[in-house]
């Protein structure tokens, strides 16, 4: 499976096709063309056929897709086929609302460990998960092991955890505090925005004014 | 200025740019290379360049861009120099996390209205902002005149509360509910699903593998 120079924006179209197809799914329906699945999710349908052409040919011509079979091989293509092991760090507002996010248990992302510093909220459970202390980063990150480390702590403090996290051997994180980090090449950093998302609506919303 | 066919991902980038612009210029810094900004939000130069050319010619070959200058004109192009009414329905905890972002009222994105429909939390006051029932919503949004609205209710609500925004006047919906709304062409829709980052997380990691 090819999966070089993918463009990002193909990888979170799939994203959304993958979780369009299990709607489909659950409705029973056995076969989908690519024009049903660019009107599901709003893009062309000649989008659909080159996102899923950079993996291969999926489609018979003239009958479409099998939904179960092109469903799996997204799940796949996206890494989505195994479990994931997620660390968490930082309990604001934010780490809430991604610690009880049902979307990421469906989807394979299960949370092990959280933590804070906030003593108001070591020893707090959510969703089955005891809080427990920054300080002990490196104690249970090398036990757990997770693959993922998510980073919603104040801007001040990312960057010392990133650290602590990649000591401990996270290979991928994903950074909601709005500063740059730095990481070593081997570790996959994403940097999510939240205003960004209201930026493009308004650029939207811009063009048609 | 031209906003036709532009991708989603260069505006996506913008924003970053526009971002990472705020920082050089707090430190004084007056012009910038495409490569200094590539490397400081993590991309090609020759992606920095191709963004920035879809707007026109901005900076000088050899010398670079004025900081000052293409920050103003990034803003603009984003829509970013207006300030924005932002309508947030649901104070779950991603309606928290969203209602106290600082990075919204930063950007301009001013919350001038929140609706919820559990008793306990309609008059509690949010960042000076007053937690109203979600019943009044058509009383309240034609006064208060927001561009965006932003829904951040259970999937089962969503579409009845992107109904009441639209038919309030509502432009542009930003959309964190994980279902697929049906809104009128007119209206400009972003639907953000929080796990698509982690998913294009875990297709990067497993390409290394």
Redesign the interface.
């Known amino acids: 499976m090819k ?2 120079k ?4 193909t ?2 179209r ?3 096709y993958s ?2 197809l299990t ?1 489909v799914d659950r409705k029973g329906i056995i076969t989908i063309s690519s024009g049903d699945i660019a009107e ?3 893009v062309s349908p000649a989008q659909v056929r080159k996102d899923l052409a950079y993996f291969g040919e999926f489609g018979i011509r003239g009958v479409g897709y099998n939904v179960k079979d092109l469903h799996k091989d997204i799940l796949k ?4 086929s195994a479990e ?1 092991s ?1 660390s968490l760090v930082g309990l ?3 780490g ?3 610690s ?2 049902k ?2 248990k469906e ?1 394979g ?1 299960i949370i092990t460990s959280i933590f804070d510093k906030d003593p108001k909220k070591i020893g707090m459970v959510v969703d089955g998960v005891e809080v427990m202390p920054v300080e002990m980063i490196e104690e249970v990150v090398p036990k757990t092991k997770p ?2 480390g998510v980073i919603t702590v104040p801007g001040a403090f990312a960057q010392e955890v990133a650290d602590m996290l990649v000591k401990c051997g996270v ?2 994180i ?1 950074n909601f505090a ?1 500063i ?1 980090l730095n990481v070593p090449p ?1 570790v ?21 004014i």
Chains 1, 2 share one sequence.
């Open positions: 999966t070089l993918i463009p990002e924006a990888i979170m799939l994203s959304v979780r369009y709607e599901g999710v709003g293509i996206l890494g989505l994931w997620v604001g507002n934010l809430l609302a991604l009880t996010y979307g990421f989807r992302f693959q993922i290979s991928a994903l709005p740059v081997e996959e950093l994403r940097n999510v925005d939240l205003s960004v998302n209201l930026e493009v609506l308004t650029f939207n919303v811009g063009g048609r």
